[in-house]
């Protein structure tokens, strides 16, 4: 079994527009970004990174923003829903404030106790906030304080036509099941970072998704360094799971598995961070290239979408 995997690094989703994402992240949630950067494999395309003052992996929402690339179709066999940690009784605050904004899909549940607000992103992009004692310091601003303020991730959904193997994956990736309700079986990492619950919904006779704006690409999962990923790399190859070789994402490391359910996994390591080409007190102010794309700074600058902040 894995023991380094601590809980989640950061998700990544698909967008139809940069502009409207980034306000939405950053003028709506009041997450900070954290970086801005472009697509290794499409240049021509945002990255864009959103979390608390550092990036602190288990607090990054990350995205591709294809401008006017169709809605995704909800279903099995993706991500469902991203989950963010807020304070306990910060509910109304949100709720308010979704009003303030016009956010689409808002409504409230309970889960395992736990009080949420549903609500959806730009692009049809399913989140909750759910109230939890979290002591992680978040990022304020934009009319966000620190009462309210997002902590960073609480947990991810895995939609599934069936649980059983992905469950399995996941215990032998450091997870243990905590309980279930209804359809959906909570899975946590005893002893992880605050971002260390998966949450696998049921539900056989549903359609499978496909991928578009408002999907999520991948869940990351995060190691300490490069030598617990290469442990965990290993690991997988070793029972049976094809896995890319390690890519250097600048800010991170990376491989990638596919789950049995047809979900997109990476591990990355917490190492180097993206202070490594900016100062903390400016990320997310200029945009970064990677080595092999900087002499398309010129092209990419005239091209790429004014993010208005």
């Known amino acids: 079994m894995i023991n380094q995997i601590k809980g989640l690094h950061h998700v990544t989703s698909l967008a139809s527009d940069a502009r409207e994402n980034n306000a939405f992240f950053t003028n709506v949630l009041g997450l ?62 949100w709720l308010d404030r979704f009003a303030t904004f016009d956010v689409a899909g808002v409504s409230q549940d ?35 304080s620190e009462a309210m303020g997002i902590r960073g991730f609480h947990s991810a959904d895995m939609r599934l036509q069936q649980a059983a193997m992905s469950s399995e994956l996941l215990q032998f990736m450091g997870y243990e099941k905590l309980d ?10 005893p002893g992880g970072n605050d971002a260390n619950i998966i949450d696998i919904e049921e539900i056989p006779t549903a359609g499978h998704a496909a991928q578009g704006a408002g999907s999520v690409h991948h869940l990351a999962f995060a190691v300490e360094n490069r030598a617990r990923q290469l442990e965990v790399r290993e690991a997988l190859l070793d029972t049976g799971y094809q896995v890319t070789p390690v890519i250097d ?18 591990v990355a ?20 290239l990677p080595s092999q794309h900087e002499h398309l700074r010129a092209r990419l600058e005239g091209l790429l979408q004014p993010l208005g902040n």
Do not use: C
């Open 249 to 266: 994402r600048d800010y991170f490391y990376a491989i990638y598995f596919r789950t049995p359910g047809g979900v997109l996994f990476e």
């Open 110 to 144: 309970t889960r395992f106790g736990e009080k949420r607000v549903l609500f959806d992103g730009p692009d049809g992009d399913q989140f909750a906030l759910v109230e939890s004692d979290d002591d992680r310091t978040p990022w304020t601003g934009n009319g966000v």
């Open 180 to 189: 279930s309700q209804d359809n959906v079986t909570r899975f946590i990492v």
């Open 269 to 288: 390591t917490n190492e180097p961070g993206f202070d490594r080409d900016e100062d903390t007190a400016h990320l997310g102010e200029a945009l970064k």
């Open 32 to 93: 900070r970004r954290v970086k801005k950067t472009v697509n290794f494999d499409a240049p021509d395309v945002y990255h864009l990174y959103y979390g608390d003052e550092a990036g602190s992996p288990g607090t990054v929402m990350t995205y591709f923003p294809f401008p006017n690339a169709g809605r995704g179709a909800k279903g099995v066999g993706e991500v469902g829903r991203t989950a963010f940690s807020i304070p306990t009784g910060s509910s109304q605050a």
